[in-house]
């Protein structure tokens, strides 16, 4: 009997200890895991928005070599009515601006990783990618294969200011690592006016950008209830200010497919 009750109470103290340390039970127990995929659409009742030709300015004989370069503020794929360079990311299921992912939320798989340069090229007028992804520790890398020099403006809150110019086949690092910051981080070519891009830094591994036809995919996220937020560079949030807390879903293993979700990026007239 005294075994018992001996066990029964180190069952306990083991249980407050866990409990002390502010760890929920789907930290304890990680596992198991999902690959959620959806796309993300322009409303069918509303006509295609046109990518207008860009106003080039400067070094008109190389930025124009390869045909006129459109704005890519709004891409839309006229035949999915799919929206390219939407970020998706997931949340807990709560509304805490604050709330992130337990260490039991995140795959063991993600521990192995190491910081990466993320590069942002500009090989004729025009960033690519338009809109990138990076995680906290990442370094960003701006390359210039162009036969012109470019710079490379960039102004955050939380990972500083720089004004670089990147001569003609050259490369610049920035000298910091990122660290987390809640907002996009627009960038910009001061020599040629109508070259930007967008960053958004995370400190978790669940997020990506919609592809060509919209679509994305986000690999081995917690299973259970989640939310999805998306964010697009002209309208910001998809519902809004509320937008940033993301839609509700459920994930279950191995996959989950979500419906297409509607997404109204008309820009502002």
Same mark, same amino acid.
């Given at each position: ?34 690959t ?29 070599s ?17 929206i ?50 990076? *995680?906290? @520790? !990442?370094? %960003?890398?701006?390359?210039? +294969? &162009? ?9 955050? =809150?939380?990972?500083g ?22 907002g ?23 997020f ?24 697009q ?10 937008? *940033?807390? @993301? !839609?509700? %879903?459920?994930?279950?293993? +191995? &996959? ?9 990026? =008309?820009?502002?007239?």
């Open positions: 009997m005294r075994r018992v009750r001996f066990f029964a109470v180190a069952g306990v103290l083991a249980a407050a200890v866990v409990a002390a340390a502010g760890l929920s039970a789907d930290a304890r127990q990680a596992g198991p895991w999902a959620i995929k959806g796309q993300v659409l322009f409303p069918a009742d509303k006509p295609i928005p046109e990518r207008k030709k860009l106003e080039v300015s400067q070094d008109k004989e190389h930025c124009l390869k045909g006129p370069l459109l704005d890519e503020g709004v891409i839309v794929n006229p035949k999915s009515r799919g390219k360079n939407v970020v998706v990311w997931l949340r807990p299921d709560n509304t805490n601006p604050k709330a992130g992912f337990e260490p039991g939320q995140i795959n063991p798989a993600d521990a192995k990783r190491k910081p990466a340069d993320v590069v942002i090229d500009q090989p004729c007028c025009m960033f690519s990618s338009h809109v990138t992804t990076a *995680r906290v @520790g !990442d370094t %960003i890398v701006v390359k210039n +294969p &162009a036969p012109v020099p470019h710079n490379f403006f960039w102004t955050s =809150s939380n990972n200011e720089y004004n670089q110019t990147v001569p003609a086949g050259q490369s610049w690092k920035m000298p910091q690592p990122l660290v987390a910051e809640s996009a981080i627009e960038y910009k070519c001061t020599i040629h006016p109508w070259m930007n891009g967008y960053v958004r830094v995370f400190d978790h591994p669940y990506a950008v919609t592809d060509d036809d919209g679509k994305f995919e986000i690999k081995n996220a917690p299973a259970g209830k989640l939310r999805v937020v998306y964010w560079e002209k309208v910001g949030y998809k519902g809004g200010k509320e937008g *940033r807390f @993301g !839609d509700q %879903i459920d994930a279950t293993a +191995p &996959a989950t497919e979500l419906k297409p979700v509607i997404f109204d990026v =008309s820009p502002a007239k």
